[in-house]
């Protein structure tokens, strides 16, 4: 299996991918064929496990791992009781459950930080690891994020006691909500740093960047005998243990009999950065039998506009949203999907980056656009319609969905697409606690005084690790500076030995 990068031909095997997480030309590792599966596959697929299921689909994008190899990342990620759905003891990561009869809700959120990044983070800094040690790497990794709530929690808890690997986490300071603050502070594990920085995001993000270019940082944490390295979104090794679910949840409703093998379902992504949607891509590319996929966007509704005309263009407003993890204007994933509607066409997708990065926009035209339309559909919903879709569902259904699935499901509702639909649950209702409370017409209100009121108005279960944070110990509390972002990370490298 041979990857490229989407903007300039070369060859790099999938651990070299997962190592690198970008190109060197700033283009995204992407396979350069997609591995298919046949009916018969499928239907020798029905029996396994979910681990077995990733490893089997993995080691079909990943050759230089073995099968057993792939598996024990996958069991290790998995199969050690870090995924619980609330309010049972079942222990599967992933579940699914009808909504009305055609709306085949995935739930994504029963890891350790109750959303659904933990389904690749969990198993990521074990690819990562492998691949580093197959390429000879002697020194061990440093992660350093950058966060504005979600990514930040999932990367602490996916790397945490990771043999070989410490992460530091900045976070800045008031910017990110309780919970996730919390989530945060009281992260544990023997070899993580969380940090609290005086800025914004943005100042959190160049901060980081900035310590992966200077030299002097690198040399003092190499003299400490550890490289830096990120655990970014589009790290090839963060997108192929979502195609997993997909192919999981087509085989479930197999077997509970909701359609026969072969028969044709939608898949319905809430989308951000374009990942979890491309999964679905790729699993349609493989040969799952997906009819449309849906793009669902809040009122952030750039991938709406550009699948609907071909013209993608960031140069608008950008709105604070209920579905804060959807507030994006520029979904990087996107770029490898132009890599396989172009027919793997480097140049082509180098142009339209370019034109993206001096102008903020591109079109597509021709056989790309109707490449395009033939398999994406694509509707968004403003936070009104967003909460009467909380509404909607938990009145009619008893069921409680959080800010995003709700644009997912306004979306599908929308759309009215026929058939059975796969629309994937992205995090728990309770994860965003306080605008899914405000959409049932609670008081406006933060932190566990909304989980409580949220539990108490509707009854519905509290996952385990938002619970167990009320009793857990703030073990980071410290607020740097900016100008310490480096100091900090320098420090922390120097710390202990691992
Ligand atoms: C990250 C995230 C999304 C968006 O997923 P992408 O892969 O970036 O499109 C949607 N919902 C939740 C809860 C998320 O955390």
């Given at each position: 299996m041979n990857y490229t990068s989407t903007r300039s031909a070369m060859t790099a095997s999938s651990a070299q991918a997962i190592a690198s997480?970008?190109?060197?030309?700033g283009g995204l590792f992407t396979p350069t064929s997609i591995p298919q599966l046949t009916a018969a596959e499928l239907e020798s697929f029905r029996s396994l496990s979910y681990s077995e299921l990733a490893a089997e689909i993995l080691s079909r994008f990943m050759d230089d791992f073995t099968k057993e190899e792939l598996l024990s990342y996958a069991q290790a990620a998995y199969?050690?009781?870090?995924?619980l759905r609330p309010g049972t003891?079942?222990?599967?990561?992933v579940g699914l459950c009808e909504l009305n009869p055609g709306e085949e809700l995935l739930e994504l959120f029963y890891g350790p930080t109750a959303a659904f990044k933990d389904m690749a983070l969990q198993i990521m800094p074990r690819l990562l690891t492998a691949s580093l040690k197959k390429l000879g790497e002697q020194r061990s990794v440093c992660i350093l994020v950058a966060t504005s709530g979600d990514t930040g929690k999932a990367a602490l808890e996916g790397f945490r006691?990771?043999?070989?690997t410490r992460i530091g986490v900045y976070f800045p300071d008031g910017g990110v909500s309780e919970i996730q603050r919390m989530q945060m502070e009281t992260q544990e594990g023997g070899n993580v740093a969380v940090w609290a920085v005086r800025g914004n995001f943005d100042d959190c993000q160049t901060g980081v960047k900035k310590i992966f270019a200077s030299e002097e940082a690198n040399r003092a944490i190499g003299d400490a005998g550890i490289m830096l390295s990120s655990a970014n979104s589009i790290n090839w090794g963060r997108l192929a243990p979502q195609i997993v679910y997909y192919i999981w949840s087509y085989l479930r409703l197999a077997q509970r009999g909701?359609?026969?093998?072969?028969d044709s379902v939608n898949v319905c992504v809430p989308t951000g950065n374009f990942g979890n949607i491309l999964a679905a891509y790729l699993a349609r590319r493989m040969g799952?039998?997906?009819a449309r996929l849906i793009c669902a966007s809040n009122a952030n509704n750039v991938l709406t506009d550009f699948i609907r005309t071909g013209v993608y263009d960031r140069n608008r407003d950008f709105y604070r949203t209920l579905?804060?993890?959807?507030?994006?204007?520029?979904?990087?994933n996107v770029e490898r999907l132009l890599y396989y509607i172009s027919g793997g066409n480097c140049a082509y997708v180098a142009g339209k980056m370019r034109e993206l990065a001096e102008t903020g926009r591109y079109a597509l035209e021709g056989r790309e656009l109707a490449e395009l339309q033939s398999v994406f559909t694509a509707g968004f919903c403003d936070d009104a319609a967003t909460a009467r879709t909380i509404r909607e569902v938990w009145e009619g259904n008893r069921h409680l969905i959080d800010t995003h699935t709700a644009v997912g499901v306004r979306v599908l509702r929308d759309t009215?697409?026929?058939?059975?639909t796969i629309l994937a649950s992205t995090a728990s209702a309770y994860k965003f606690a306080d605008g899914v409370l405000e959409a049932l017409g609670g008081e406006r209100c933060d932190g566990f005084d909304a989980i409580d009121r949220l539990a108490h108005q509707t009854g519905s279960p509290v996952p385990m690790p938002l619970e167990s944070l009320r009793g857990s110990a703030v073990r980071f509390d410290t607020v740097i500076d900016r100008d310490r972002m480096e100091s900090a990370a320098v420090n922390f490298c120097q710390s202990f030995d691992l």
């Open positions: 997480g970008i190109a060197p030309d199969d050690t009781g870090r995924f003891d079942s222990r599967e990561p006691d990771v043999e070989g909701v359609i026969r093998m072969g799952l039998p997906f579905s804060p993890s959807m507030d994006i204007l520029i979904s990087s009215a697409p026929g058939g059975v």
